[in-house]
């Protein structure tokens, strides 16, 4: 028996299980040590000019923290109270006048019905003011729901957060140690490793710009154009059209254009006409100019993958999967890119 080979085959047998009980134990804090990673790789280049001015790593690490507390969670801690807010004020408003929905329901039927083109239609209207009710219904009570369990998960909301704080400081401070013990550890190589770390950091990076910015744009645009059109809860709507913004070729339109065709067949045509003309013309037009500048050149994907890794990651990680379906699918490619260097150095040798 070859005791050499048995035993180096119980130590990797040990290294794998003991490599998946710790990977195990950090699963309750994935999405932290995710969101953590990729704000220290954000915000790296700053700290390394504050420790080149300062040297000093723990005033550049807590400095730097500082501004990305000011930068970004300042800013979406203030529009999540005020979702929290307007979405209780237009939850309590549609229940108190649910006969409202009815009604709307009973003019749109009768718009279709008596309309000249569509006479030979028959359409049963208690049919559909059921139906309508019941997904105005449905909608309610979810967020009802997702109101209800946000307030009760709000502890743990607290305790992960306060743990992706703590993490971050440490990536940011020695976020380029652990990277390059890690690099060490990987038989990758040191030019496939960089090349991996450039592809999750400009995948990061592309991915975050482009939703703060095309987002932003539409998400502002279309909350002012709603409010104008006199459309209750312009402000949550903004910011679902921020949200819906990260979607690739869709968007925000999947908000705006079942409104103004709301607004045509309740009869407010000037409204429905200034939501479709704004939404047209220029809410899809910051959509198709800034997104392949800001995101699709820098991530070198076709946008179909991006489509694709996007949706992918939301149904699969939820919200933060608008970032993790993307980065998944650039570190994909820079695999295959790889493997087919390689390849084509092999052959060349033989």
């Known amino acids: 028996m070859d005791f050499s080979k048995i035993r180096n085959y119980l130590f990797l047998g040990l290294l794998f299980i003991v490599t998946i009980i710790f990977l195990l134990l950090l699963k309750p804090f994935a999405y932290p040590l995710f969101w953590a990673a990729v704000i220290a790789g954000l915000f790296y280049p700053l700290y390394r000019r504050l420790n080149a001015w300062f040297k000093h790593e723990n005033l550049s690490a807590i400095i730097t923290l500082s501004a990305v507390i000011v930068i970004i969670i300042v800013p979406l801690a203030i529009i999540v109270t005020l979702l929290i807010k307007e979405s209780l004020i237009l939850y309590g408003t549609i229940s108190n006048n649910s006969d409202q929905l009815g009604n709307t329901i009973h003019q749109i039927t009768n718009f279709i019905k008596h309309n000249s083109y569509n006479k030979q239609l028959r359409i049963d209207e208690d049919f559909w003011v059921q139906k309508f009710s019941e997904i105005g219904q449905t909608v309610l009570n979810y967020i009802f729901t997702f109101l209800k369990d946000f307030t009760q ?40 490793e960089i090349m991996l770390y450039k592809k999750f950091t400009a995948a990061a990076s592309a991915i975050i710009k482009g939703t703060i910015i095309i987002g932003g744009l539409q998400g502002m645009i279309g909350g002012v154009v709603f409010a104008l059109s006199g459309i209750q809860g312009a402000l949550i709507w903004g910011i679902i059209m921020t949200l819906f913004s990260v979607i690739p070729g869709v968007g925000s ?51 179909l993958f991006i489509l694709f890794s996007t949706l992918g990651g939301i149904i699969l990680f939820g919200i933060s999967g608008f970032m993790i379906g993307p980065i998944m699918a650039a570190l994909f490619l820079a695999f295959w890119e790889m493997y087919e260097e390689y390849y084509r150095n092999e052959l060349s040798h033989n």
């Open 153 to 192: 998960n709000s502890l743990t909301f607290i305790v992960l957060f306060v743990v992706m704080l703590y993490t971050l400081f440490f990536f940011i401070r020695d976020g380029e140690k652990m990277l390059k013990k890690l690099l060490y550890l990987s038989p990758l190589g040191d030019r496939y």
């Open 253 to 303: 339109s999947i908000i705006w254009l079942p409104a103004a065709l709301m607004m045509f067949l309740t009869g407010r045509i000037w409204q429905g006409t200034m939501i479709l003309v704004v939404g047209t013309l220029i809410i899809s037009t910051v959509d198709n100019l800034l997104r392949p500048l800001l995101v699709g050149k820098r991530l070198e994907m076709h946008p």
